[in-house]
């Protein structure tokens, strides 16, 4: 099933009241300053419902409108848009298990506790790596990040409990270069990317795709960063990581979702198989402190995607604003894109702004 656009809200079992009620919550955050701009999409049932932009891709050093083909810094969805992808596909082609010892394939990561960490715990952030390091201000250059991470202690037993960890997509992205012979950016690319028909979907963007770029923030000596990832650590490995670097459209992650409700496939391409959509978006920590499948996060008590989803729904977030849920369940997907870093990341309150967006596109399913 490609995407095609509904011909009215209640087409695609979504209510026109709700929509408007949405466009007045979203304009109503730009107006207070949560965020400078948004593109919000909403799909279900293989029909674009809405698709609206709101206030401004930039605000310093002059105000800019927000467009519906705005470029945005994906920040940590590039974990679920390429890492998590090429990592299963290349599981697929049987030239990697999600079982596998990390040691497998990074042989520096070994003792104390280490050769028990598996790709999956990587996925599903129960790898016992820390959180987050500032290698962009420990380190002389990128080639030493895979070994510097390799060579960390342990801060818990592997598999008893989830920390999200930057890290651990950073060697899943390695890992994922080393398996198939080529960077990360071109594999994304040629794996993902291009077979989706997602052209604006890429590391480093172009100059010219940088005039459409969502503003971000103030950095000494750069300036407001446009096209540009944000985060240090990317900017650091040159802007491709497993964890960020991304940058894309509200449109081609529409397209991606589907892909996901499709089971794997969109328009002819076949990204993945039902099967392994069906595991990478089961419960993989049961038990524990956080719901994760492989890469994505699990909605569960104060996950981003409000109060109404399915149980079944998963999606991720981006510390740059971005949001994408998917729910199967109804069939819907939610492309949620912010520019709220600019022109600082002191801004907080996105965080509930998301749940109240959608708490409104829940609350106007029709069936």
Known sequence: MKLREAGSPEEAGLSSDSLKRLARLVEGHVASGCYPGAVLLIARRGLVAYRAA????????????????TIFDMA????????????????EEGLLALDDPVSTYIPAFTGG????????????????????????????????????????????????????????F??????????????????????????LGMRDTTFNPPAEARARAA????????GFLRGVVHDENARFMGGVSGHAGLFSTADDLAVYAQTWLNGGSYGGARLLSPATVAEATRPQTEGLNARRGLGWQLRGP??????????????HTG??????????????????????????????????????????VAGGLLD
């Open 54 to 69: 709101f206030g401004y891709r930039a605000v310093y050093p002059e105000r800019e409108e927000m467009t519906l083909d």
């Open 76 to 91: 940590s969805l590039t974990k679920v848009v390429a890492t998590t992808p090429l990592i299963l596909r290349l599981a």
């Open 113 to 168: 506790g280490k050769d028990r960490v598996t790709l999956r715990h990587l996925l599903t952030h129960t790898s016992g790596l820390p959180a987050h390091i500032h290698l962009y201000s420990t380190l002389a250059s990128p080639d030493e990040v895979p070994g510097y991470i390799a060579r960390l202690p342990l801060e818990y037993e592997p598999g008893t409990k989830v920390v999200y960890s930057d890290l651990g």
């Open 170 to 195: 950073i060697l899943l992205g390695h890992i994922a270069e080393k398996v198939y012979g080529a960077p990360l950016d071109e594999a994304a690319r040629r794996l993902v990317f291009e077979p």
């Open 215 to 222: 503003a971000t923030e103030y950095v000494p000596g750069i």
């Open 302 to 315: 104060g996950t981003s995607c409000g109060d109404f989803f399915s149980m079944e729904a998963y999606g």
């Open 319 to 360: 510390f740059t604003g971005t949001s994408l849920w998917i729910d199967p369940r109804y069939q819907l997907a939610v492309v949620f894109l912010t520019n709220r870093v600019h022109p600082t990341r002191e801004n907080r309150c996105h965080l509930r702004a998301r749940r109240l967006v959608h708490n409104v």
